[in-house]
């Protein structure tokens, strides 16, 4: 039986990210972001955020990832929301993927909350 991916040490040059990438590119994944959680989170050290035109389309650019990391070796992932597809989120260990439908995403505007810029009404001058 595979690791799980949370069990896996993932090295940034063995090619998790590149896969992740590249899937979602293939499946026309929109507005493609990655956060470096490196020190701010001991869950992951990134996440991806990524947005598909409808439900249908999130669920196939989720079923499409999921295959490549399958087929790249990475074992079992976790995975969220595949049900509903307004937001899918896929656990690959060292790296989330969060996939929103257009409203979803700006709703819960996950950037903005794991940003390291402060807000320019934040800063002291």
């Known amino acids: 039986m595979p690791p799980l991916a949370a069990d896996r040490q993932v090295d940034p040059s063995d090619g998790l990210l590149e896969t992740i990438l590249t899937a979602l590119e293939d ?26 035109r409808s439900d249908r389309h999130v669920g196939a650019v989720a079923d499409r990832l999921l295959r490549a990391l399958k087929d790249a070796g990475y074992g079992k992932v976790g995975v969220e929301g595949l049900e509903a597809c307004d937001w ?20 819960y505007n996950l950037e903005k909350m794991w940003s390291s810029e402060i807000p320019r009404e934040r800063m002291v001058i």
Do not use: C, N, Q, Y
Request: aromatic content about 4%; proline content about 2%; overall charge negative.
């Open 88 to 107: 899918v989120l896929i656990d690959a260990g060292d790296v989330i993927v969060h996939l929103f439908r257009p409203e979803v995403r700006s709703f």
């Open 27 to 52: 499946g026309k994944a929109e507005d493609i972001v990655t956060i470096d959680l490196t020190g701010k989170s001991s869950i992951a050290d990134a996440m991806i955020v990524g947005t598909g």
